[in-house]
């Protein structure tokens, strides 16, 4: 059982030895820092100036180019540096912005309506009616038909958000824009 121990033990020991810890890191640092100030080395800043002399990003939206395919071109009113003017398939974000919010707002819409007709329950005989006392539902059929009706609604309306996003995907629109 010793042997064991100590079989464990000597294999533990190299993987350990090689450990820094948090206090020796800080105090290596230190002394390097230190030794750097003695010596005159300082590090090395940063300004505006060297950031505007680097190389562009390769995935800066403001350096986007267009795609192989033509596509508009955005307004000459919009200014190039703004991010409105960046343009994935022939549209701003703004663009892409506004249509999936309308997607949105049209799913949404048709699962009111859903919820709406789905909540209503009718006994033979019975007649809805609106508010001006005009009938509405005078049967379960018609019913069964306006909850199918805003069912289909709802997967119309989710089927073309999935196509809107296909469409950004395919349009290399960056999944930012979606939001």
Not at 85 to 102: D, H, K, L, N, V
Not at 121 to 136: A, C, F, N, Q, Y
């Amino acid at each position: 059982m010793k042997r064991i121990a100590l079989v464990l033990t000597l294999l533990a020991l190299p993987v350990h030895a090689g450990d820094e810890s948090m206090g020796e890191a800080a105090r290596k640092a230190r002394e390097r820092r230190e030794k750097n100030a003695k010596e005159g080395v300082k590090a090395k800043s940063y300004t505006q100036d060297d950031v505007k002399n680097a190389p562009p990003l390769a995935n800066d939206p403001k350096k986007a180019e267009p795609p192989a395919s033509p596509t508009p071109t955005p307004s000459p009113s919009a200014d190039p540096g703004s991010s409105a003017a960046a343009t994935a398939g022939g549209r701003t974000e703004a663009a892409w912005r506004a249509r999936m919010a309308e997607a949105h707002r049209r799913i949404e819409a048709a699962r009111k309506e859903l919820e709406y007709w789905s909540g209503y329950t009718m006994v033979p005989g019975e007649i809805l009616v609106d508010e001006k006392d005009r009938p509405v539902i005078t049967t379960i059929e018609q019913l069964q038909g306006k909850t199918a009706g805003a069912r289909k609604a709802v997967g119309t309306a989710e089927k073309a958000l999935a196509d809107l996003e296909e469409e950004a995907r395919k349009a290399g629109v960056p999944p930012g824009w979606l939001r």
